[in-house]
């Protein structure tokens, strides 16, 4: 049965990366890669309360140490335990050495569909909830949302963001903090069910490793089939609103 997981999440991965904005990301002006940028900046505020809201549903405690551990590394401390900036910071900082000013950043409101994709994300999870198996579906959402979408949607974004952007080994430009090491550290990495400790997991392998022994049954993996196909219409609503309208000259972005 994770063989047919695998291959549907692969599936859905090839359908998000032909979305048509992100193919169209390496030609968009600044100006309008800018505008997705600090739209998305909404739901990576977000992230934190979709985390908390699964930590508080989970029945399982080794689940939830892996979901608190990856929530804690957004808050890193230094070896005396004195908070450091936060991966949203980290965002912040990547997003002025891009060229947005301060008062884009800050004074960018969300815009009605990027509120419905926020709500909708808390509103599948209490779907899962409610539906059943709670910590496959859970986690499979989560993993799947905030971890294997979001490395592939920072995958599309680098080419570009390398331009103004170094990963800090080939010292041109601000080193990104934020986008390239969640490109890294959140992908996909491996299928479920292959997870090598050796070399440290990713964020998405962190969680795999809780999905393999969930998918037991057939209607376990219909539900994680559901998840998967949620969290992807969820990120595809997003990136659409960036799209020309029907019989509209000019695109959406900067007017979100
Ligand atoms: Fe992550």
Redesign the pocket.
Known sequence: MLLHFNAYEQQRIEEFRNHPLLLSFPSLPWAELLAVLLQRRHLSLAIVNVYEWVIDALDREAIRATVRQ?LHEEFPRNTRGVPLASHREWLYRDLLHLGASREQILTTAESPITREVREGSIQQLQRAFAEGPTDLALITFLRFWA?VLVAVEYECFWPRLSERLSHGTDGTGPKSEFFYY?MI??RRQSDVGEEQLLGGLT?SQALAQHIGGLILEEQDLASALRQLDAAASLKRRFYDQFLPQPGAAVSRIGRA
């Open positions: 990856i971890e969640h550290h959140d964020h």
